[in-house]
């Protein structure tokens, strides 16, 4: 009965979260309709996952863990963006071999409203040929199941779900940003994950107490593996808000590491430098300190990675928030790269 994931709004509130028992349930019902007559799927088809932030996307990946689908997770092309975002879209769908795109209702609904604007665009650009397979209705199926069940005599086993994964078998194709070239693909085994996953516990001294609280986008590989996989593999809580919401307010990072207690985070170069340079702005706005009893005595752990670390950025980090009971050392350089799955 304990939280897992739970995802805040712009505001931080509360809109959306899982039990341990529903996060089991919810993602074998899933992986159950995959495999359906409805729905067709079967061990070794590959299928992207495109969400809007939010945890269906997460309940998605474990359920095509179980299923042995081999998951794509991709950048949700921006609807309003297309010429920008279906290139790499593209890319990605025709190097996996996925014929599938699972998905929930608000992004299908937004993508066929571009589609439908699209026919009257001169760009050229038009989504790949794919089938779409929302989410919604099943979930909310299995939820509502999960929340009328006692502990432990819940059981979920059909003639449907007979098939074993292995630790050779492919959990998911990671892809690299596409930055500088097209995004290439790393094939990511269910034994490359797990020992991965293990480094990252040891080394973060993770465990049930944890609490995690990130921003970063659930479709790469630090977000992926490190805020959300990583939380679930040492039993703690995870607290999370979509990326849009701290490019919007980047205090909104620290204020939720301290309303939960929060233990352990996770976040790129610039965002630190992004949350010194925001405060100070508002600081000059605001009469008095508008961040009056943030406390982040509770961080243990503040990951920084993903992109060249700067040393003035980390210490202008620590001038700025240490009179908020931010402990000394806590933010650490870190090295990862896809093809070694996350953490180096």
């Not at 630090?222 to 919007?248: A, E, Q, T």
Request: aromatic fraction near 10%; include cysteine.
């Amino acid at each position: 009965e304990k939280k897992v994931w739970t995802f805040l709004n712009d505001t931080g509130s509360e809109v959306d979260s899982f039990t341990y028992l529903e996060l089991d349930l919810c993602s074998s019902g899933l992986a159950e309709h995959f495999v359906s007559d409805k729905c067709r799927l079967k061990k070794g088809d590959r299928a992207l996952l495109v969400f809007f932030p939010g945890l269906e996307f997460m309940l998605t990946l474990l359920a095509c863990f179980k299923a042995g689908i081999i998951a794509v997770p991709v950048f949700p092309p921006d609807p309003r963006r297309l010429k920008k975002d279906l290139v790499h879209f593209a890319s990605i769908q025709k190097s996996s071999g996925a014929t599938v795109a699972l998905t929930h209702k608000s992004y299908s609904w937004a993508k066929n409203m571009a589609g439908a604007a699209s026919i009257f665009s001169s760009s050229g650009e038009s989504w790949p040929e794919m089938t779409w397979i929302p989410i919604d209705s099943t979930l909310a199926e299995y939820r509502a199941l999960a929340r009328k069940s006692p502990v432990g005599e819940v059981q979920l086993r059909s003639k449907s779900m007979e098939m074993e994964t292995e630790g050779g078998d492919i959990a998911f194709l990671q892809y690299t940003s596409g930055s500088t070239s097209e995004p290439k693909g790393v094939m990511i085994s269910h034994d490359n994950l797990a020992h991965n996953l293990c480094l990252i516990v040891t080394e973060l001294k993770a465990d049930e107490s944890t609490v995690n609280v990130s921003w970063l986008p659930q479709y790469h590989d630090m977000g992926l593996i490190g805020s959300y996989l990583g939380l679930l593999y040492c039993g703690g809580r995870g607290v999370y808000l979509s990326p849009i919401s701290f490019l919007k307010d980047p205090t909104c990072w620290l204020r939720t590491l301290s309303t939960y207690k929060g233990t352990h985070t996770q976040a790129p170069n610039f965002a630190y430098a992004l949350s010194v340079r925001k405060f100070k702005e508002s600081a000059k706005r605001s009469p008095g300190d508008f961040l009056e009893g943030l406390d982040l005595s509770s961080v243990r752990h503040m990951i920084n990675a993903a992109e060249p670390v700067d040393a003035i950025a980390v210490v202008d980090f620590y001038d700025t928030f240490g009179k908020y009971n931010l402990p000394e050392g806590v933010v650490i350089p870190t090295y990862g790269l896809a093809e070694h799955c996350v953490f180096v």
